[in-house]
């Protein structure tokens, strides 16, 4: 499966392991966090090629631009896999129209569309109450988006990076 994941700063990586405690019960808390901006399926590599040299095109001359985690929220009955989630969700309008712009190069995934909600996975299963982890005061953190990440989940590796201007 590759992705275009955002860059997450150490300010968010901290957050998420100051919550590692209040994540109890879950079945997988997350060692590797991701803020996906857009799936792009299992593909062979030559397809792949192809789609990165689109994307870039097609976010060619994108600004830099704000994200913010505002609160912990869960989907309660995931579309796949076991549930809760729980997430970190993350504001910004301009993830939300590049998502949609990205739409037009690559099929739909079902959490994806106008499904699709900005977040960052810290834990899911098992016994989590995603009711008391919603009530944990979190402290918003916003960064500026610079640079995002072609990211390859077989290898569990960075393929390339794409920075935006500004």
């Given amino acids: 499966m590759y992705s275009l994941n955002v ?19 879950a079945a997988r808390v997350r060692e590797r966090r ?7 399926g299992g593909r062979s590599p030559g397809e792949y090629a192809r789609l990165e040299r689109e994307v870039r095109d097609a976010l060619s001359g994108t600004d830099a631009f704000e994200a913010r985690v505002t609160r912990i929220d869960a989907f309660e009955e995931p579309v796949w896999g076991e549930g809760p989630v729980v997430y ?14 990205l739409l037009d190069l690559v099929e739909e995934h079902p959490t994806e569309g106008e499904a699709y909600v ?7 299963g098992g016994d989590l109450d995603p009711d008391r982890l919603r ?28 920075r935006l201007s500004g």
């Fill in 118 to 124: 900005p977040h960052i996975t810290l834990a899911r």
């Fill in 34 to 40: 991701t803020l996906v901006l857009k799936r792009f």
């Fill in 88 to 101: 970190l969700a993350i504001e910004s309008h301009t993830l939300r129209t590049l998502h949609e712009r």
């Fill in 7 to 25: 860059r997450l700063p150490g300010r968010v990586e901290a957050l998420c392991e100051r919550l590692r405690p209040d994540l109890y019960g």
């Fill in 135 to 162: 009530a944990l005061d979190v402290e918003a953190v916003v960064w500026s988006v610079r640079e995002l990440e072609f990211w390859d989940a077989t290898y569990g590796e960075t393929i390339s990076t794409l």
